[in-house]
C-alpha cells in the first residue's frame, strides 16, 4: 500500500499544471482536470481491494516529518483504515463524477460567462480534492488542519469563481469569514489537546484519551466544545450556518462537489474521528445532537420558502447535515457516515442535475419561472425524481432509507426520544419541500420564456455521472458497507426487532404523507399555497422563512455592524496619535540641527573648539 | 637600527605603494594619458594587493606579526586593513577615471594624491607609534586637502578643500598636544611602552586622562564624530564623488583601526574617560540620522549616515574597556568580540559605501554643481543595475536582513547588550529607526518615473567597469549578509601585535 501517497499526488499536479499552463487549451485542461480525479480514482479502488483483502487493517504511510521543533513533533503521515477510505471512495468518486460533469458544465457555462479561465476553475478543484483528501488521510491533528484550512481556501475561491459580479465576491468573504470563525475555535481545541497530550497524533490522542482527560471536567468539555465550533463552522450547523445559501453563488458543480457532497461533511468526519473526546464531555456531547437536530429543523422550514432552485437544495444539505450531527449526538457514529456516503450520492445527483436544469433554461434558477420541464429533459426529471425520493427517504427503494432510518431509529434505541421525534419532524418536512421543488419545476405549465425553450443537454460527459448517481441512489447504493467496525464502536440495541419495523413503517408513512402534502399543496394551481401567502400572517411566516429565519439580520445586528461601528472607531486611532510623537521629536531634531550646518568655516571651528572644551573640562571635573 | 630582508619582506605592500607613487610621478612628467596613468596606478595597487596575500600565505606563523622599527608592525591586523584599504582604493580609482574622463582638468596628478593618501592611511594602520601615527596621519590627511579641492574651478569644490584643511589642523593639533601630555607624563611614544606604563600605575593622573581625551578629539574630527562633524557634509558634497568615496572608506577605516589598536595596546580604565566615547558615539548616532533626515543631496545625505555609522562603531571602542582586562596586549573574550565586530562592520560598511558613491560618481555629472537627490531620480529608468545595487546597498546600511549592514549591526548591537551598555543599544534602536525613514525614502526617489529631459545617460570610458565593481560590491554585501562565516574567520585570525 505504498502507493497510498498517489492518490494525493495527482490532484496535487493536477492543480499545479492548470496554474502554470493558464492558457492550454479547454479540452486538456479538461483531460487533465478530470483525469487526475480519474488516477485518484483509480488507486483508491486498488486500496480498497488491497485493503479488503488485508482483513481491513489500518495502514500509515510516514512520507516525511514535516515539523520537529524539540518535543514539537509534526509528521507527513497518512492512515488509511476504514474510516478514511470510506471517506476517500466518495471524494475520489463522487468527486470524478462531479468533475467530469463539471467539464460539460463549464464549457456550457463559457458560452455565457466568457473571460472566465477553464483553467482555473479545474485548478482549484483539484487543489480542493487534494485538500479533503489531505484532510481525511492525515493521521495528525495537524496535518488535518492543513487540508482543512485548503478546502476553505478552495472554497472560498470556487464561490468567489465569477469574481466580476459584486454579490459573489461578498457570498465567498462571507463563507470564509464565518467557516474562519469555526476554524480559530478548532485551532484553540488543537492547542487543548497538545497542552493535555503532548502530541497532536490522532490515534495517540484517542488511545489516551481516557487516562489523560478526566471525564466532564471543564477542561475536557471545552476542548470537546472547540472541536466542536470547528465542526459546526466547516458544515454549516446552527449557529454558523448562514454562509451555506449563499455559497451557491459558485458553479454548480462546486455546489455538488464541495457544499454538499464532500468539505460540508467534514466537520462530521472530525467529530467522528475524535469521539472519544466528545464522549469524555457529557455536555458537548448532547449538544452536538441538539445543534443537529435545531439546524435540521430550521433548514427545513427555510427550504420551504425558497424560490432559487440552488438554494432549496442548499437548505436540503444543511439539514441533512443536521441528521448526520444528530447521529453523532447519539453515538450512531457508523450511521451518520453511511448517511455522510449517501447523501453523497443522491445529494450530488441533485445539484448536478440542476445545473443541467439550469443550463437547459439559460442559466434561470427561479423555480417559479420553471415548470413543466418533464418532457423536455427527461434525465434531468428522472434525476430529480430518484433523487428526491432519497432524500425524503420514500421506503425500500430508495438509498436514503436504510441510511436515514438507521439515525432515527438509533436515536430511539438510545433513548433520545425528543431526538427521534425532531428527526421524524424533519423528515417530514424534508418530504413537502423536495416534491414542491419537484412538482413545481417539472410539473404544470412553463412559466417563463426560458423553461419554455429549454432544450436537453447533449454528451457523455453530461449523461454518464446523472446515470451513475441514479443508481447510486436507489437501494443498490445502501448496498456498500462503509468498512467502520475497526475504527468507530458498533452501537449496541438492546430494542426488539419489531419495534425497529414498527418504527421504520412509521418513518415511510410520514415521508408518505409528506410527498402526498406536496403533491395536494403544489400540483395543480396553487391555489391554497396562494391564498396562505397572500394573506398577512401568511407573507410574514413566508418571509421569516425564506430569510431562514432571519440569522442574516440578527448577526449583522449583533456582529457586523458593532464590528464595523468599532472600526469606525478606530480610524481616529489615538494610539496612531501616540506613534505620531516619536516623527514629531525627530522632526524637531532635524530642524535643530540642520540649523547648525550654516557652511561657515568660522562656526564649525567655533563648534569644534566649543565641544574640545567641554569635553576636556568634563574630564578634568571629577 | 637594521632592517633586515624579513622587514623589508614585510613591508612590502608599503614599499610597492611608494614605488607606484614615483612611476606614476615620471609617467605623468613624460606624457599626460590619463588611461595610462590610471591604468599605472590601478596594477599598482593591484601588486600591493597581492603581496598583502604573499606576505600572509608565506608567513607560517614564524615571521610575523614583524615589529619593522619601534614604529611599525605588520601583523595580521594591519595586514586585513592593509588589504581592507587597498580594495577600497582601487574601487576608487575605478570611479576616479570614469568620473574625470567627462572633465577637463589635468587629471593626472589626481592618481598621485590618491595613492600618497593610500600609503599614509597603510602606514597609519601599521602604526604602534605615536610618530608613525602622526605621520601616517598626516601623509593621509594632506593629499586629501588637495583631492578635495581638485576641480578648483568649481567653488564647492575648492571650498571643501579649504574647510577641510582648516579644520583638520586644528584637529592635529588636538592630537598632537595630546601625545605631548602624555610624553610628558611617561617619556615614552610607542604603545606598547605606554601601555607597560599605564598599567602599572594604579591610579591615572588628570593630565594622562586628558591626554588620551585630546588624541581621541583629534582622531574623533577624522572620524566625523559629533560634535566634529561638521564639515563631513560640507566636504562630501563638494568634493568629487570618488574623493568622498574614498574620504567615506579609507581614510574612516585606517583612522578606526589605529583608534582601536591604541586602546587595546595602550589601555586607559578611566571610566570618565570611556563615558565621554559613549556620550560622543551616542551624540554621533542621534546627530548623523536627524540631519539626514531631511536631506535631499544624495552626497550630504550620504555624509550624514557616515556620521550616524561611525557612531554606531564608536561603541565597539567604549566597550574596549572592558575587554582588556589584564593589562595591555591581553584581550578578554568581549574584547575579542570587539575585534571581530569592528572587523565586520568595517567591512560592510567599506562596501556599501564604495557602492553608493561610486553609484553617485558614475550617475551624476562631474561638472554640475547642484548633486540632489533629484538627480538620481528615475535612475531605474537609465542605468536599472545600479539602481538595484544602490537600492540593495542603502538597504544594507539601513541594518536590513540579508545584508553585511545587518551583520554589523548585529554585531554592534551584541557588544552593547554583553556590555550591558543600555543607552548605548537604545540609541543605536532610535538611530536606526529614523535611518529607515531617509534610506527608504531615497530609494523610493531611484525608482520614480523622471521627466526631465536634460539628465541623459551618462557614457564615456569607465563607466562599464565602474558599474561592474558596483556590482561586486552589492554581490559581496548580499554574499557577506547570507554566509558571513568566512569574513567572521578572516576578521578573528587578524590579530594586533602583542597578543
Given at each position: 500500500?505504498?502507493?497510498?501517497?498517489?492518490?494525493?499526488?495527482?490532484?496535487?499536479?493536477?492543480a499545479?499544471?492548470?496554474?502554470?499552463?493558464?492558457?492550454m487549451?479547454?479540452?486538456?485542461?479538461?483531460?487533465?482536470?478530470?483525469?487526475?480525479?480519474?488516477?485518484?480514482?483509480?488507486?483508491?479502488?486498488?486500496?480498497?481491494?488491497?485493503?479488503?483483502?488485508?482483513?481491513?487493517?489500518?495502514?500509515?504511510?510516514?512520507?516525511?516529518t514535516?515539523?520537529?521543533?524539540?518535543?514539537?513533533?509534526?509528521g507527513?503521515?497518512?492512515?488509511?483504515?476504514?474510516?478514511?477510505?470510506?471517506?476517500?471512495?466518495?471524494?475520489?468518486?463522487?468527486?470524478?463524477?462531479?468533475?467530469?460533469?463539471?467539464?460539460w458544465?463549464?464549457?456550457?457555462?463559457?458560452?455565457?460567462?466568457?473571460?472566465?479561465?477553464?483553467?482555473?476553475?479545474f485548478?482549484?478543484m483539484?487543489?480542493?480534492?487534494f485538500?479533503?483528501?489531505?484532510?481525511?488521510?492525515g493521521?495528525?491533528l495537524?496535518?488535518?488542519?492543513?487540508?482543512?484550512?485548503?478546502?476553505?481556501?478552495?472554497?472560498?475561491?470556487?464561490?468567489?469563481?465569477y469574481?466580476?459580479?459584486?454579490?459573489?465576491?461578498?457570498?465567498?468573504?462571507?463563507?470564509?469569514?464565518?467557516?474562519?470563525?469555526?476554524?480559530?475555535?478548532?485551532?484553540?481545541?488543537?492547542?487543548?489537546?497538545w497542552?493535555?497530550?503532548g502530541?497532536?497524533?490522532?490515534?495517540?490522542?484517542?488511545?489516551?484519551?481516557?487516562?489523560?482527560?478526566?471525564e466532564?471536567t471543564?477542561?475536557?468539555?471545552v476542548t470537546?466544545?472547540?472541536?466542536?465550533?470547528?465542526a459546526v463552522?466547516?458544515?454549516a450547523?446552527?449557529?454558523?450556518?448562514t454562509?451555506?445559501?449563499?455559497?451557491?453563488?459558485?458553479?454548480?458543480?462546486?455546489s455538488?462537489?464541495?457544499h454538499?457532497a464532500?468539505?460540508?461533511?467534514?466537520?462530521?468526519?472530525?467529530?467522528?474521528?475524535t469521539?472519544?473526546?466528545?464522549?469524555?464531555?457529557?455536555?458537548t456531547?448532547?449538544?452536538?445532537g441538539?445543534l443537529?437536530?435545531?439546524?435540521?429543523?430550521?433548514?427545513?422550514?427555510?427550504?420551504?420558502?425558497q424560490?432559487d432552485?440552488?438554494r432549496v437544495?442548499a437548505?436540503?444539505?444543511?439539514?441533512?447535515?443536521?441528521?448526520?450531527?444528530?447521529?453523532?449526538?447519539?453515538?450512531?457514529?457508523?450511521?451518520?457516515?453511511?448517511?455522510?456516503?449517501?447523501?453523497?450520492?443522491?445529494?450530488?445527483?441533485?445539484?448536478?442535475?440542476?445545473?443541467?436544469?439550469?443550463i437547459?433554461?439559460?442559466?434561470?434558477?427561479?423555480?417559479?419561472?420553471?415548470?413543466?420541464?418533464?418532457?423536455?429533459?427527461?434525465l434531468?426529471?428522472?434525476c430529480?425524481?430518484?433523487?428526491?425520493?432519497?432524500?425524503s427517504?420514500?421506503?425500500?427503494?430508495?438509498?436514503?432509507?436504510?441510511?436515514?432510518?438507521?439515525?432515527?431509529w438509533?436515536?430511539?434505541?438510545?433513548?433520545h426520544?425528543?431526538?427521534?421525534?425532531?428527526?421524524?419532524?424533519g423528515?417530514?418536512?424534508?418530504?413537502?419541500?423536495?416534491?414542491?421543488?419537484?412538482?413545481?419545476?417539472?410539473h404544470?405549465k412553463?412559466?417563463?420564456h426560458?423553461?419554455e425553450?429549454?432544450?436537453?443537454?447533449?454528451?457523455?460527459?453530461?449523461?454518464?455521472p446523472?446515470l451513475?448517481?441514479?443508481v447510486?441512489?436507489?437501494?443498490?447504493?445502501?448496498?456498500?458497507t462503509?468498512?467502520?467496525?475497526?475504527?468507530?464502536?458498533?452501537?449496541?440495541?438492546?430494542?426488539?426487532?419489531?419495534?425497529?419495523?414498527?418504527?421504520e413503517?412509521?418513518?415511510?408513512?410520514?415521508a408518505?404523507?409528506?410527498l402526498?402534502i406536496?403533491?395536494?399543496?403544489?400540483?395543480?394551481?396553487r391555489?391554497?399555497?396562494?391564498?396562505?401567502?397572500?394573506?398577512?400572517e401568511?407573507?410574514?411566516?413566508?418571509?421569516?422563512?425564506?430569510?431562514?429565519?432571519?440569522f442574516?439580520?440578527?448577526?449583522?445586528?449583533?456582529?457586523?455592524?458593532?464590528?464595523?461601528?468599532?472600526?469606525r472607531?478606530?480610524?481616529?486611532?489615538?494610539?496612531?496619535?501616540?506613534?505620531?510623537?516619536?516623527?514629531?521629536?525627530?522632526k524637531?531634531?532635524?530642524?535643530?540641527?540642520?540649523?547648525?550646518?550654516?557652511?561657515?568655516l568660522?562656526?564649525?571651528?567655533?563648534?569644534?573648539?566649543?565641544?574640545?572644551?567641554?569635553i576636556v573640562?568634563?574630564?578634568?571635573?571629577? | 637600527?637594521n632592517?633586515?630582508?624579513?622587514?623589508?619582506?614585510?613591508?612590502?605592500?608599503?614599499i610597492i605603494?611608494g614605488?607606484?607613487?614615483?612611476?606614476?610621478?615620471l609617467?605623468?612628467?613624460?606624457?599626460?594619458?590619463?588611461?595610462?596613468?590610471?591604468?599605472?596606478?590601478?596594477?599598482?595597487?593591484?601588486?600591493a594587493?597581492?603581496?598583502?596575500?604573499?606576505?600572509?600565505?608565506?608567513?607560517h606563523?614564524?615571521q610575523?606579526?614583524?615589529?619593522?622599527?619601534?614604529?611599525v608592525?605588520?601583523?595580521?591586523?594591519?595586514?586585513f586593513?592593509?588589504?581592507?584599504?587597498?580594495?577600497?582604493?582601487?574601487?576608487c580609482i575605478?570611479?576616479?577615471?570614469a568620473?574625470?574622463?567627462?572633465?577637463?582638468?589635468h587629471?593626472?596628478?589626481?592618481?598621485l594624491?590618491?595613492?600618497?593618501?593610500t600609503?599614509?592611511a597603510?602606514?597609519?594602520?601599521?602604526?604602534v607609534h605615536?610618530?608613525?601615527l602622526?605621520i601616517?596621519?598626516?601623509l593621509?590627511?594632506?593629499?586629501?586637502?588637495?583631492?578635495?579641492?581638485?576641480?578648483?574651478?568649481?567653488?564647492?569644490?575648492?571650498?571643501?578643500?579649504i574647510?577641510?584643511?582648516?579644520?583638520?589642523?586644528?584637529?592635529?593639533?588636538?592630537?598632537?598636544?595630546g601625545m605631548?601630555?602624555?610624553?610628558?607624563?611617561?617619556?615614552e611614544?610607542?604603545?606598547?611602552e605606554?601601555?607597560?606604563?599605564?598599567?602599572?600605575?594604579?591610579y591615572?593622573d588628570?593630565w594622562?586622562?586628558?591626554g588620551?581625551?585630546?588624541?581621541?578629539?583629534?582622531?574623533?574630527?577624522?572620524?566625523s564624530?559629533?560634535?566634529?562633524?561638521?564639515?563631513?557634509?560640507?566636504?562630501?558634497?563638494?568634493a568629487?564623488?570618488?574623493?568622498?568615496?574614498?574620504?567615506?572608506?579609507?581614510?574612516?577605516?585606517a583612522v578606526?583601526?589605529v583608534?582601536?589598536?591604541?586602546?587595546?595596546?595602550?589601555?586607559?580604565?578611566?571610566?570618565?574617560?570611556?563615558?565621554?566615547?559613549a556620550?560622543?558615539?551616542?551624540?554621533?548616532?542621534?546627530?548623523?540620522?536627524?540631519?539626514a533626515?531631511r536631506?535631499h543631496n544624495?552626497k550630504?545625505?550620504l555624509?550624514?549616515?557616515?556620521?550616524a555609522?561611525?557612531?554606531?562603531?564608536?561603541?565597539?571602542v567604549?566597550?574596549?574597556?572592558?575587554?582588556?582586562?589584564?593589562?595591555?596586549g591581553?584581550?578578554s573574550e568581549?574584547?575579542?568580540?570587539?575585534?571581530?565586530?569592528?572587523g565586520?562592520y568595517?567591512?560592510?560598511?567599506?562596501?556599501?559605501s564604495?557602492?553608493?558613491?561610486?553609484?553617485?560618481?558614475?550617475?551624476?555629472?562631474?561638472?554640475?554643481?547642484?548633486?540632489?537627490?533629484?538627480?538620481l531620480?528615475?535612475?531605474a529608468?537609465?542605468?536599472?543595475?545600479?539602481?538595484?545595487?544602490?537600492?540593495?546597498?542603502?538597504?544594507?546600511?539601513?541594518?536590513?536582513?540579508?545584508?553585511?549592514?545587518f551583520?554589523?549591526?548585529?554585531?554592534v548591537?551584541?557588544?552593547?547588550?554583553n556590555?550591558?551598555?543600555?543607552?548605548?543599544?537604545a540609541?543605536?534602536?532610535v538611530?536606526?529607526?529614523?535611518?529607515?525613514?531617509?534610506?527608504?525614502?531615497?530609494?523610493?526617489?531611484l525608482?520614480?518615473?523622471?521627466?526631465?529631459?536634460?539628465?541623459?545617460?551618462?557614457?564615456?570610458?569607465?563607466?562599464?567597469?565602474?558599474?561592474?565593481?558596483?556590482?561586486i560590491?552589492a554581490a559581496?554585501?548580499?554574499w557577506?549578509?547570507?554566509f558571513?562565516?568566512?569574513?567572521?574567520t578572516m576578521v578573528?585570525?587578524?590579530?594586533?601585535v602583542?597578543?
Amino acid at each position: 500500500m505504498n502507493y497510498l501517497f498517489l492518490v494525493t499526488l495527482f490532484p496535487l499536479i493536477g492543480a499545479v499544471l492548470l496554474a502554470i499552463f493558464r492558457r492550454m487549451p479547454v479540452n486538456l485542461a479538461a483531460t487533465i482536470g478530470v483525469g487526475s480525479i480519474g488516477l485518484s480514482a483509480l488507486t483508491t479502488l486498488a486500496l480498497a481491494l488491497q485493503f479488503f483483502g488485508n482483513d481491513q487493517t489500518a495502514f500509515v504511510q510516514h512520507l516525511w516529518t514535516w515539523i520537529s521543533v524539540e518535543a514539537f513533533e509534526v509528521g507527513f503521515d497518512y492512515r488509511l483504515d476504514g474510516l478514511s477510505l470510506t471517506l476517500l471512495g466518495v471524494i475520489t468518486g463522487v468527486g470524478f463524477l462531479i468533475h467530469l460533469f463539471a467539464s460539460w458544465y463549464m464549457r456550457e457555462d463559457l458560452k455565457d460567462q466568457v473571460d472566465y479561465l477553464y483553467t482555473r476553475f479545474f485548478c482549484y478543484m483539484n487543489l480542493f480534492v487534494f485538500s479533503m483528501l489531505v484532510l481525511v488521510l492525515g493521521n495528525n491533528l495537524l496535518l488535518m488542519f492543513l487540508g482543512w484550512e485548503g478546502v476553505g481556501l478552495c472554497s472560498y475561491l470556487l464561490i468567489g469563481y465569477y469574481y466580476r459580479g459584486e454579490a459573489n465576491a461578498w457570498a465567498a468573504f462571507k463563507a470564509f469569514i464565518i467557516t474562519r470563525v469555526g476554524d480559530v475555535f478548532l485551532a484553540i481545541g488543537m492547542f487543548l489537546i497538545w497542552i493535555q497530550f503532548g502530541t497532536l497524533d490522532i490515534q495517540t490522542v484517542i488511545a489516551q484519551a481516557p487516562e489523560v482527560m478526566a471525564e466532564g471536567t471543564l477542561l475536557t468539555e471545552v476542548t470537546a466544545l472547540m472541536l466542536l465550533g470547528g465542526a459546526v463552522g466547516k458544515s454549516a450547523q446552527l449557529p454558523l450556518q448562514t454562509w451555506l445559501a449563499d455559497a451557491m453563488a459558485g458553479p454548480t458543480p462546486v455546489s455538488a462537489l464541495i457544499h454538499a457532497a464532500t468539505m460540508v461533511t467534514a466537520g462530521v468526519y472530525l467529530i467522528a474521528r475524535t469521539h472519544v473526546v466528545f464522549e469524555l464531555a457529557p455536555f458537548t456531547d448532547e449538544l452536538v445532537g441538539v445543534l443537529g437536530l435545531l439546524t435540521l429543523l430550521i433548514a427545513g422550514f427555510s427550504a420551504l420558502a425558497q424560490t432559487d432552485i440552488k438554494r432549496v437544495l442548499a437548505y436540503s444539505t444543511m439539514s441533512q447535515i443536521g441528521y448526520m450531527f444528530l447521529a453523532l449526538g447519539v453515538h450512531a457514529y457508523g450511521a451518520a457516515i453511511f448517511h455522510l456516503m449517501i447523501h453523497a450520492f443522491f445529494k450530488a445527483l441533485l445539484f448536478l442535475a440542476s445545473g443541467s436544469v439550469i443550463i437547459s433554461c439559460h442559466h434561470e434558477q427561479n423555480i417559479f419561472k420553471m415548470g413543466g420541464l418533464r418532457k423536455k429533459i427527461p434525465l434531468a426529471y428522472a434525476c430529480f425524481v430518484v433523487g428526491g425520493a432519497a432524500l425524503s427517504a420514500l421506503p425500500i427503494v430508495t438509498s436514503g432509507f436504510y441510511s436515514k432510518d438507521e439515525i432515527l431509529w438509533l436515536s430511539f434505541a438510545n433513548g433520545h426520544t425528543v431526538l427521534w421525534l425532531g428527526g421524524l419532524a424533519g423528515a417530514f418536512l424534508t418530504s413537502i419541500y423536495t416534491f414542491r421543488m419537484i412538482f413545481i419545476v417539472f410539473h404544470g405549465k412553463p412559466a417563463s420564456h426560458a423553461s419554455e425553450h429549454a432544450h436537453a443537454p447533449q454528451g457523455i460527459a453530461h449523461h454518464l455521472p446523472l446515470l451513475v448517481l441514479i443508481v447510486l441512489s436507489t437501494f443498490v447504493g445502501a448496498f456498500i458497507t462503509p468498512p467502520l467496525s475497526n475504527v468507530l464502536p458498533e452501537t449496541e440495541v438492546t430494542a426488539s426487532h419489531a419495534l425497529q419495523i414498527s418504527l421504520e413503517v412509521l418513518s415511510s408513512v410520514v415521508a408518505i404523507v409528506g410527498l402526498g402534502i406536496a403533491a395536494a399543496l403544489f400540483l395543480g394551481r396553487r391555489r391554497f399555497v396562494k391564498g396562505l401567502v397572500e394573506s398577512d400572517e401568511g407573507a410574514k411566516l413566508w418571509q421569516f422563512f425564506n430569510s431562514a429565519f432571519a440569522f442574516d439580520a440578527i448577526y449583522d445586528r449583533l456582529f457586523v455592524k458593532p464590528y464595523l461601528a468599532i472600526a469606525r472607531l478606530h480610524r481616529y486611532d489615538w494610539i496612531d496619535k501616540l506613534a505620531g510623537i516619536f516623527p514629531g521629536l525627530v522632526k524637531l531634531g532635524n530642524s535643530a540641527m540642520s540649523a547648525s550646518q550654516n557652511g561657515q568655516l568660522r562656526s564649525y571651528a567655533a563648534t569644534f573648539v566649543l565641544g574640545a572644551l567641554v569635553i576636556v573640562a568634563a574630564l578634568l571635573v571629577s | 637600527m637594521n632592517l633586515t630582508l624579513t622587514h623589508l619582506f614585510a613591508l612590502l605592500p608599503l614599499i610597492i605603494v611608494g614605488i607606484t607613487v614615483v612611476v606614476v610621478m615620471l609617467s605623468v612628467a613624460c606624457r599626460r594619458n590619463h588611461f595610462l596613468n590610471a591604468t599605472l596606478s590601478g596594477c599598482g595597487l593591484i601588486l600591493a594587493l597581492l603581496s598583502v596575500f604573499w606576505v600572509q600565505c608565506s608567513d607560517h606563523g614564524s615571521q610575523l606579526p614583524t615589529l619593522v622599527s619601534p614604529m611599525v608592525a605588520v601583523d595580521s591586523y594591519s595586514l586585513f586593513y592593509i588589504g581592507l584599504i587597498l580594495v577600497a582604493a582601487l574601487a576608487c580609482i575605478v570611479f576616479a577615471y570614469a568620473y574625470f574622463d567627462r572633465l577637463k582638468v589635468h587629471r593626472e596628478e589626481f592618481y598621485l594624491l590618491l595613492l600618497c593618501s593610500t600609503l599614509g592611511a597603510m602606514v597609519l594602520v601599521s602604526a604602534v607609534h605615536m610618530a608613525s601615527l602622526f605621520i601616517g596621519l598626516e601623509l593621509m590627511s594632506v593629499p586629501l586637502y588637495g583631492m578635495a579641492a581638485y576641480i578648483f574651478k568649481r567653488q564647492q569644490s575648492l571650498e571643501a578643500g579649504i574647510k577641510y584643511l582648516v579644520l583638520s589642523a586644528v584637529a592635529s593639533s588636538f592630537l598632537l598636544f595630546g601625545m605631548a601630555l602624555l610624553f610628558a607624563a611617561y617619556g615614552e611614544l610607542g604603545f606598547a611602552e605606554l601601555g607597560l606604563k599605564l598599567v602599572s600605575v594604579d591610579y591615572l593622573d588628570t593630565w594622562t586622562i586628558i591626554g588620551v581625551g585630546m588624541m581621541v578629539i583629534g582622531l574623533a574630527f577624522k572620524l566625523s564624530v559629533a560634535p566634529f562633524h561638521m564639515w563631513t557634509s560640507d566636504v562630501y558634497e563638494g568634493a568629487p564623488a570618488p574623493v568622498s568615496a574614498f574620504l567615506a572608506t579609507v581614510s574612516k577605516v585606517a583612522v578606526f583601526a589605529v583608534l582601536v589598536r591604541f586602546f587595546i595596546l595602550a589601555p586607559t580604565f578611566s571610566v570618565k574617560l570611556h563615558t565621554v566615547i559613549a556620550v560622543l558615539a551616542v551624540l554621533s548616532m542621534l546627530t548623523g540620522n536627524l540631519l539626514a533626515l531631511r536631506s535631499h543631496n544624495i552626497k550630504r545625505l550620504l555624509g550624514y549616515s557616515s556620521i550616524a555609522h561611525l557612531g554606531y562603531l564608536l561603541t565597539a571602542v567604549v566597550v574596549l574597556r572592558s575587554g582588556v582586562s589584564d593589562g595591555a596586549g591581553e584581550l578578554s573574550e568581549s574584547g575579542q568580540l570587539v575585534l571581530e565586530a569592528t572587523g565586520v562592520y568595517l567591512v560592510g560598511y567599506v562596501l556599501t559605501s564604495l557602492g553608493t558613491f561610486g553609484v553617485v560618481a558614475l550617475a551624476t555629472h562631474a561638472d554640475s554643481a547642484n548633486r540632489d537627490t533629484s538627480e538620481l531620480r528615475g535612475l531605474a529608468q537609465r542605468r536599472p543595475v545600479l539602481a538595484v545595487c544602490m537600492a540593495f546597498m542603502l538597504l544594507s546600511l539601513a541594518g536590513i536582513p540579508l545584508t553585511a549592514g545587518f551583520i554589523g549591526k548585529f554585531y554592534v548591537l551584541a557588544l552593547t547588550v554583553n556590555g550591558e551598555l543600555w543607552w548605548l543599544a537604545a540609541s543605536v534602536i532610535v538611530g536606526s529607526a529614523i535611518g529607515l525613514y531617509y534610506y527608504l525614502r531615497t530609494i523610493v526617489e531611484l525608482f520614480l518615473p523622471t521627466d526631465d529631459a536634460t539628465v541623459t545617460a551618462a557614457n564615456g570610458r569607465g563607466q562599464a567597469l565602474g558599474a561592474l565593481v558596483v556590482v561586486i560590491a552589492a554581490a559581496l554585501t548580499l554574499w557577506i549578509g547570507i554566509f558571513p562565516e568566512p569574513i567572521i574567520t578572516m576578521v578573528n585570525s587578524a590579530l594586533p601585535v602583542g597578543l
